[in-house]
């Protein structure tokens, strides 16, 4: 029996489980890291379970790219839902605040932004149009208070 925590060595007893899509991921259910990877032992290095997987069953990874989970699945390790892309298309396609924020069409006032850089204000996208009332707002009070 392996000591606890340690990573698995991948082999051809290596134990997954079918998950419930069309082409089904498979779960990796031994020890996880804590952002819910699988981990593995691979040709003697510790590794993430996706990437040993992807190696061994279909190629290498390119130089620069990382693996995108198409599935959506942390645990999952079927090479057939992994696609190398960069890390940035990699972030953008996933649920983080940078990707929500980098596929906004409009502003919170339902603005839309323009196809252009909508400008930034300390790395924030900044709505020109509510920008443009804004000041408009601030001036005619200032004429008001004079």
Request: glycine share 6%; proline share 6%; aromatic share 6%.
């Amino acid at each position: 029996m392996r000591p606890r925590g340690s990573p698995l060595t991948l082999t051809g007893d290596t134990i997954v489980t079918p998950g419930p899509m069309p082409s089904p991921c498979l779960v990796w259910k031994w020890n996880k890291n804590w952002k819910g990877y699988g981990r593995v032992k691979y040709k003697g290095t510790k590794i993430v379970a996706h990437r040993a997987f992807y190696l061994h069953f279909c190629c290498a990874i390119p130089e620069g790219l990382t693996l995108d989970h198409l599935c959506r699945n942390k645990a999952c390790v079927n090479w057939e839902h992994l696609e190398p892309v960069t890390m940035k298309v990699n972030l953008l396609r996933g649920n983080a605040v940078s990707a929500l924020n980098a596929r906004k069409t409009h502003c919170l006032r339902g603005h839309e932004f323009a196809e252009k850089s909508p400008g930034t204000i300390r790395n924030r996208r900044i709505c020109r149009v509510c920008i443009r009332l804004n000041e408009q707002k601030r001036r005619a009070k200032r004429r008001a208070e004079a």
